[in-house]
Nanobody
């Protein structure tokens, strides 16, 4: 089992920055990749970014590439998401997730562990 807990959400003005963190515990040795997803009420959850657990290979959705940066620390067992140039359309609940089986970084069903989510609101 793997447990995930997000933190760092909040309210930020357009153009501002915010960092999220995901604390990872449990059987972390089984993790192949970690990801961030987001969901707006009434819409499907969408892929944001993912990182291979251990070698820092990262993947980004086109909508966030160049503005968001994902990183991980296997010593501290954390994954972080630094978001800059935030836009109102980035408003969502952000979830971290862990993938323990080989699959595409964007394929949500392959992520078998999920956090509870943290709200990010971009508004003036």
């Amino acid at each position: 089992q793997v447990q995930l807990a997000e933190s760092g959400g909040g309210l930020v003005q357009p153009g501002g920055s915010l960092s999220l963190s995901c604390a990872v515990s449990g059987h972390t040795a089984n993790i192949l990749r970690m990801g961030w997803f987001r969901q707006v009420p009434g819409k499907e959850r969408e892929f944001v970014t993912a990182i291979r657990w251990g070698d820092e290979t990262s993947y980004y959705a086109d909508s966030v590439r160049g503005r968001f940066t994902v990183s991980s620390d296997r010593v501290k067992n954390t994954m972080s998401l630094h978001m800059s140039g935030l836009k109102p359309e980035d408003t969502a609940v952000y979830y971290c997730a862990a993938q323990t089986r080989p699959s595409s970084p964007t394929y949500q069903p392959s992520y078998n562990y999920w956090g509870q989510g943290t709200q990010v609101t971009v508004s003036s």
